[in-house]
């Protein structure tokens, strides 16, 4: 059974730091991209970011450019977003997802999914 667990959300002041991660078991996805995704309460889910299977190629969305930092580690089969300089619109329960062969940012192309960990930012 596939499954990607995230962990490292929590409550954080804004312009602090948060880093995710999220554990792959079941299968590899050394070959495929990743991705991360956040739903607000009342909103649809949003692309974040998006890193190719070599880690080489990476994607953000705007309102995310320059503050986060999408990596992974093959070897480990884990994925990582490093959230930095946060603000309270960050606010949002965040999801991996893998399973595309290139980098994209539609969510219907992610066939795998976790079940999501809550960021909080405060003001």
């Known amino acids: 059974q596939v499954q990607l667990v995230e962990s490292g959300g929590g409550l954080v002041q804004a312009g602090g730091s948060l880093r995710l991660s999220c554990a792959a078991s079941?299968?590899?996805?050394?070959?495929?991209?990743m991705g991360w995704f956040r739903q607000a309460p009342g909103k649809e889910r949003e692309f974040v970011a998006a890193?190719?299977?070599?880690?080489?190629?990476?994607y953000y969305a705007d309102s995310v450019k320059g503050r986060f930092t999408i990596s992974r580690d093959n070897a480990k089969n884990t994925v990582f977003l490093q959230m930095s300089s946060l603000k309270p619109e960050d606010t949002a329960v965040y999801y991996c997802?893998?399973?595309?062969?290139?980098?994209?940012?539609?969510?219907?192309?992610?066939?795998?999914w976790g079940q999501g960990t809550q960021v909080t930012v405060s003001s």
């Open positions: 079941g299968r590899t996805f050394s070959s495929n991209a």
């Open positions: 890193i190719s299977w070599s880690g080489i190629a990476t």
């Open positions: 997802a893998g399973g595309p062969n290139t980098l994209t940012t539609a969510p219907a192309l992610y066939n795998h």
